[in-house]
């Protein structure tokens, strides 16, 4: 006798990774982690308020999250196709202090970075 169970989209899939065969396997993140140097902070090119949590990056152009949203909903100054060219990126302060060198200072351990990590690839599948 078999059971067949079926998925009906229930579960959005499995946390991605990135690896060679019998190399170590990477965990792909949502958000990519930006160091800047000496903990200096991105501004954003739109408002030129320096953004608060994620934002979105692609070369030099940094764009906060209101203003990605306004110009993704009217097109005013970027195109849709420029904007989908944007990454959303993170700025290291929750991670460690530079407190104005190159030096880290850790606020979290490796083992509480790989969890967050991890739970935030999770996360994305869902959101």
Do not use: W
Request: aromatic share 12%; charged share 25%; with cysteine.
């Amino acid at each position: 006798m078999y059971i067949i169970l079926q998925d009906h989209g229930a579960h959005p899939g499995k946390v991605k990774f990135r690896g060679s065969f019998g190399g170590p396997q990477t965990l792909i993140t949502s958000v990519t982690i930006k160091c800047n140097n000496f903990g200096e902070t991105d501004i954003c090119k739109s408002c030129k308020n320096p953004p608060i949590g994620d934002y979105y990056e692609y070369k030099k152009i940094h764009l906060c999250r209101k203003c990605y949203k306004h110009h993704m909903e009217t097109g005013e100054k970027y195109s849709k196709s420029f904007l989908q060219s944007f990454y959303k990126v993170r700025d290291c302060s929750n991670i460690h202090r530079h407190e104005g060198t190159n030096a880290k200072l850790m606020l979290k351990t490796e083992q509480d970075l790989k969890k967050q990590r991890f739970r935030e690839a999770y996360m994305s599948l869902y959101f």
